[in-house]
């Protein structure tokens, strides 16, 4: 049985099963729009709702790209507005006091490895500036990160390899740039969603391994801070 709550007449939930035999819930859409394209793909990217636009930054598959792009929903338009200063996706992002925060992340070479990223960099709407901020992320890849109550929290992470899986949590200090441990996940996650609601911290799904092979993750959890 699948439960949620669904918008009026926005659709139905349905169960769907990867090639795999990965089970999942989702909303079945009643109907889509189709918009205008953007000029890149952004897999793996990041993105905002910042003042009715929506600002996506970098990201792609096979081909990573440093372009950011605005979307305006009243003109159908895309607008670029800065270029990131590498190719990483795959980053635990928050957006905190008008500045884009990228937690790690990782680069696809062209032999198909994937290098870390373990800084930690950010982009401020007001100044359009990049800047790289102190400190060394601890398990960069594929980490989810959030804001709450004015600290920064970064969730799991992951090796380029997957060999190591973490559900460690840590409190990230921007002036400072240290990492402190505060706690853990439930179980370890890579590739998972972190969203601030309220007061809480609402981490969904990802990736984890019992140790011999990899599974998806249905679950969710609530981290409330410190």
């Known amino acids: 049985e699948i439960n949620g709550v669904v918008p009026q007449n926005a659709g139905t939930f349905v169960q769907a099963t990867t090639s795999s035999g990965l089970k999942s819930n989702a909303l079945q ?13 952004h897999g793996l990217g990041a993105s905002v709702v910042r003042d009715g636009k929506i600002y996506v930054f ?4 096979l081909s990573q790209s440093t372009r950011c792009e605005s979307y305006d929903p ?8 800065t270029t990131m200063p590498d190719k990483r996706s795959g980053a635990g992002t928050v957006f905190y006091n008008d500045e884009m925060y990228f937690v790690g992340g990782l680069e696809r070479q062209l032999d198909g490895s994937l290098d870390e990223y373990t800084d930690i960099i950010k982009y401020s709407f007001t100044t359009n500036a990049w800047s790289t901020l102190p400190g060394a992320v601890p398990n960069p890849g594929f ?6 109550d004015g600290r920064i929290y970064v969730f799991g992470g992951n090796s380029t ?52 092979e990899n599974s998806g993750v249905a679950t969710a959890t609530i981290f409330n801070g410190t």
């Open 143 to 148: 980490c989810a990160a959030a804001e709450l």
């Open 74 to 81: 009243e003109t159908n338009q895309w607008t670029e507005f």
């Open 58 to 61: 970098g990201g792609g598959i």
């Open 29 to 41: 859409f009643s109907a889509w729009t189709n918009k205008q394209a953007g000029s890149r793909s």
């Open 161 to 212: 390899d997957e060999s190591t899986i973490s559900k460690d949590i840590y409190t990230y200090d921007p002036k400072t740039g240290d990492f402190t441990e505060n706690g853990e996940m439930d179980i370890p996650r890579f590739k998972h969603t972190a969203i601030t609601f309220g007061a809480s911290i609402y981490i969904f799904g990802g990736i984890t391994s019992d140790g011999s």
